[in-house]
T-cell receptor, first 114, second 112 residues
Framework: GAVVSQHPSWVICKSGTSVKIECRSL??????MFWYRQFPKQSLMLMAT?????????EQGVEKDKFLINHASLTLSTLTVTSAHPEDSSFYIC??????????FGPGTRLLVL | QKEVEQDPGPLSVPEGAIVSLNCTYS??????FMWYRQYSRKGPELLMY????GNKEDGRFTAQVDKSSKYISLFIRDSQPSDSATYLC????????????FGKGTLLTVNP
């Protein structure tokens, strides 16, 4: 199947700092990518839809100023967690669809904010 | 009522057993149905997808969709300890909408 990569795979940062997570589609172009967060033993929660060349669409309750999304090219979307706090600690996963029935996920980024 | 219902388990079976995982849904607009497998601390891996009622087989895995009952299933034959993971059903409607709606996931353990 198609490959989606994420970088970094894990990050530890101090409270108040900003963290950038990259999501890349390695062998296909993705005009749309999705960002999720997942808490332990829970399902994925969609945070936002990343659109190449336009603003991201955020789900209800997700602070757009806190979770900045930039989809600068057809293969790269970035999520920046600004002024991170311990409650932002989570597993962040991106996905990219090839077709409606085939959407591929990255390996995830584990964020720990101290 | 949630759009997609999935029993979270946990489900524990002996090696070699047939496993049945199920989801029900309420939104008639869903047209594509997927099953993902997620190992602990990893991203979900697409196992199978289908878009019509009936069965689709891939090795030890069979995906079944009954649109009239709004019910989908994933069967795993000859289950192996390496199948131990969380299984998520996901659905998407047609048109230009690529947003997936997930079930909560079922945690499966296959005991050797």
């Amino acid at each position: 199947g198609a490959v989606v990569s994420q970088h970094p795979s894990w990050v530890i940062c101090k409270s108040g700092t900003s963290v950038k997570i990259e999501c890349r589609s390695l062998d296909f172009q993705a005009t749309t990518m999705f960002w999720y967060r997942q808490f332990p033993k829970q399902s994925l929660m969609l945070m936002a839809t990343s659109n190449e060349g336009s603003k991201a669409t955020y789900e209800q309750g997700v602070e757009k100023d806190k979770f900045l999304i930039n989809h600068a090219s057809l293969t790269l979307s970035t999520l920046t967690v600004t002024s991170a706090h311990p409650e932002d600690s989570s597993f962040y996963i991106c996905s990219a669809p090839v077709r409606q029935e085939t959407q591929y996920f990255g390996p995830g980024t584990r964020l720990l904010v101290l | 009522q949630k759009e997609v219902e999935q029993d979270p388990g946990p489900l524990s079976v002996p090696e070699g057993a047939i496993v049945s995982l199920n989801c029900t849904y309420s939104n008639s607009a869903f047209q594509y149905f997927m099953w993902y497998r997620q190992y602990s601390r990893k991203g979900p891996e697409l196992l199978m997808y289908t878009y019509s009622s009936g069965n689709k087989e891939d090795g030890r895995f069979t995906a079944q969709v009954d649109k009239s009952s709004k019910y989908i299933s994933l069967f795993i034959r000859d289950s192996q300890p390496s199948d131990s993971a969380t299984y998520l059903c996901a659905m998407v409607s047609g048109g230009s909408n690529y947003k997936l709606t997930f079930g909560k996931g079922t945690l499966l353990t296959v005991n050797p």
